[in-house]
T-cell receptor
Framework: AQKITQTQPGMFVQEKEAVTLDCTYD???????LFWYKQPSSGEMIFLIY??????QNATEGRYSLNFQKARKSANLVISASQLGDSAMYFC???????????FGTGTRLTVIP | NAGVMQNPRHLVRRRGQEARLRCSPM?????VYWYRQLPEEGLKFMVY????????ESGMPKERFSAEFPKEGPSILRIQQVVRGDSAAYFC????????????FGSGTRLTVV
């Protein structure tokens, strides 16, 4: 069974600082995709970044980067230069090979402090 | 280029009534996915549809829940005889194909059963 674990229910970060949100996953498949989504208080799910298990380099999208350590089965999200608008829930998700759906973690609530 | 449109945003139903949630995928997307998010939890997959076909309904409760994606019109998630435990946010996502491409989520429908 696929399992995504986000061990930090809540995180605080000072504005303009960097923050790392942890995500570990459990799968026996060699091929899979990893996703991070942001859910602000308004409720929508916003796609942030994607990492394929065979991608050679860590994914980056603007201030978001993914610290992918395949051997440790971790895919931590790094947000640089935090902004107040980054305050939200963040969900890690995995899509196993051939699967039609994503498996989500329970999320981390990030609060950016001015 | 409108995104994934879900309506209504909020829906209140009394126990025993029916709830109908609508999802119009992004233009050019022919694959629709429904997810449910219980309070303080991550999203859980319910069903995956293409036009006029249910491809994977492994996450759907066996009773009272049904989904369709007709040739014309939006995808509908239907919950009959709602109970308090059905209160949740229901998200729809769409993609141009069923595999590697990322999902685009709608803003969700928040169902409250009173």
């Amino acid at each position: 069974a696929q399992k995504i674990t986000q061990t930090q229910p809540g995180m605080f970060v000072q504005e303009k600082e960097a923050v790392t949100l942890d995500c570990t996953y459990d799968t026996s498949d060699p091929s899979y995709g990893l996703f991070w989504y942001k859910q602000p208080s308004s409720g929508e799910m916003i796609f942030l970044i994607y990492q394929g298990s065979y991608d050679q380099q860590n994914a980056t999208e603007g201030r978001y980067s993914l610290n992918f350590q395949k051997a440790r089965k971790s895919a931590n999200l790094v947000i640089s230069a935090s902004q107040l608008g980054d305050s939200a829930m963040y969900f890690c998700a995995m899509r196993p090979p051939g699967a039609n759906n994503l498996f989500f973690g329970t999320g981390t609530r990030l609060t950016v402090i001015p | 280029n409108a995104g994934v449109m879900q309506n209504p945003r909020h829906l209140v139903r009394r126990r025993g009534q029916e709830a109908r949630l609508r999802c119009s995928p992004m233009k050019g997307h022919s694959h629709v996915y429904w997810y449910r998010q219980l309070p303080e939890e991550g999203l859980k997959f319910m069903v995956y549809l293409q036009k006029e076909n249910i491809i994977d309904e492994s996450g759907m409760p066996k009773e009272r829940f049904s989904a369709e994606f007709p040739k014309e019109g939006p995808s509908i998630l239907r919950i009959q005889q709602v109970v308090r435990g059905d209160s949740a946010a229901y998200f729809c996502a769409s993609s141009p194909t069923g595999s590697r491409d990322g999902y685009t989520f709608g803003s969700g429908t928040r169902l409250t059963v009173v």
